[in-house]
């Protein structure tokens, strides 16, 4: 399992996704890279489900020339990308499959999301254009995220319920979060999700003031889940 949310706007996209995963031939848990970079194409890739998915996908678009080529040529790579992996790998891949990719569009001058996802191997990737993506979720979605910090608490609450929910899946480790603009690209390990604390390398949220005030994200979240 994988915490991989996201939201696109014109000007920027903010990512998060956890660092944890479970090798498939030895079954032992170990951190890994779920978010991975194409900054030629200011573009981003995230995915859940096999670990070779999402980077056999930055390496097949690493010399297209524009993130719109990349969109045309999108569905048949996933497709293509994961059937090799899928004949190559002796351990049967049982998780669902999703990337997520995000660009700027050189046609429409504006970051472009879009949601690519195996909802049964019969039936190959649906693929859609997304503003707000926060996976693993179950019901009506929250308030959508719009800064870092407000990722970090999403994820904070997404552990808890899932480690409630499904105690035997693998996700967490360290929580990464990007921000991608026009400009420039920031990474940054944000939150260590198993010791719930801030990772070191994130000083400046450390140091904000804890959660309060009806108007932040996890109280509106609270308030969500309070009505379910």
Known sequence: MTILNAIVSPEKVLLSADT??????????????????????RAIIAGTGTNE??????????????FDTAEIMLRSAISELYSKIK??????IAERQG????????????????????MNELNGFEIHEVEFLLTPWEGPYPPAPSTDRDLVELA???????QATRPD????????????????????????MCRDKPAGCLI???????????????NLLFAHLAKE
Request: aromatic content about 8%; glycine content about 8%.
């Open 20 to 41: 944890l995963t479970r090798l498939q031939h030895s079954g032992k848990e170990s951190k890994t890279t779920k978010i991975f970079l194409l900054p030629h194409l």
């Open 53 to 66: 998915l999402a980077p056999a996908l930055q390496m097949t678009l690493l010399n297209v020339p524009d």
């Open 204 to 218: 400046d949220l450390a140091q904000r003031r804890p959660i309060g005030g009806d108007e932040t994200l996890g």
């Open 87 to 92: 004949n190559q790998d002796r351990v049967k």
């Open 169 to 192: 899946a693998v996700f967490g480790g360290d929580l990464v979060v990007a921000e991608l603009t026009k400009n420039a690209i920031k990474l940054e390990n944000a939150w260590d």
């Open 156 to 162: 904070r609450h997404q552990y808890k319920i899932f």
């Open 99 to 118: 990337i997520f990719i995000a660009g700027l569009s050189v046609s429409r001058d504006r970051f472009i999301g879009r949601w690519a996802f195996q």
